[in-house]
């Protein structure tokens, strides 16, 4: 069955890095546009990076631009999403996402959680 499996949340300090991972499984990994978001309970869902099924296109939010980086491997069906210079803003729920290139076909994790806080 289709799995979306992210991990590499945590309590970090302010200024520090993490980089979240998302292990994709029961589907076509490349045919797949990935993208990560972020919510804040009370708020919408975020989008804030998204990558195209080989990797070299990516975009970034306006609020994160510079400091995020979104990867993949496409050999590991593993899509990355590297945080730098983490705010306390930052904390949110962090959610990996599968658009299915032709279709409306989508997926999502359950989320992995990051907080900032010294």
């Known amino acids: 069955q289709v799995q979306l499996v992210e991990s590499g949340g945590g309590l970090v300090q302010p200024g520090g890095s993490l980089t979240l991972s998302c292990a994709a499984s029961?589907?076509?990994?490349?045919?797949?546009?990935m993208k990560w978001y972020r919510q804040v309970p009370g708020k919408e869902r975020e989008l804030v990076a998204t990558i195209s099924e080989s990797g070299g296109i990516t975009n970034y939010a306006d609020s994160v631009k510079g400091r995020f980086t979104i990867s993949r491997d496409n050999t590991k069906n593993t899509v990355f999403l590297r945080i730098d210079s983490l705010k306390p803003e930052d904390t949110a729920l962090y959610y990996c996402?599968?658009?299915?290139?032709?279709?409306?076909?989508?997926?999502w994790g359950q989320g992995t959680q990051v907080t900032v806080s010294s």
């Open positions: 029961g589907f076509t990994f490349t045919t797949y546009v």
């Open positions: 996402m599968a658009a299915y290139t032709y279709g409306n076909r989508a997926y």
